[in-house]
């Protein structure tokens, strides 16, 4: 259930991303070009950046069940409140 709570929380931001890349004018066809254009105009960081594509590539394995999920990576995540990051990057 925590997998999947996870999964939707990631793919929210995701939506989000390509939404607010839209809104700025620019016609992202994947997340990681929605990303790029959201650097370009100073909406989010470098750091943010590296780390948004880490939620992207977790969505994906957990959607496309490409490996077994790593739940040590899932305890990490938890234990450490590193879905706040995702809600921070929301905001802005």
Do not use: W
């Amino acid at each position: 259930m925590l997998l999947h709570a996870l999964q939707i929380q990631a793919q929210a931001l995701i939506d989000i991303v390509v939404r607010a890349a839209s809104l700025l004018g620019y016609a992202p066809s994947t997340p990681s070009e929605a990303l790029q254009s959201l650097l370009n105009e100073g909406v989010i960081t470098v750091s943010e950046v590296e780390f948004l594509k880490k939620v992207i590539g977790f969505r994906n394995i957990v959607v496309h069940e490409y490996v077994d999920v790593d739940l040590s990576i899932v305890d990490d995540i938890l234990r450490n409140r590193k879905y706040r990051e995702l809600v921070y990057i929301a905001e802005k």
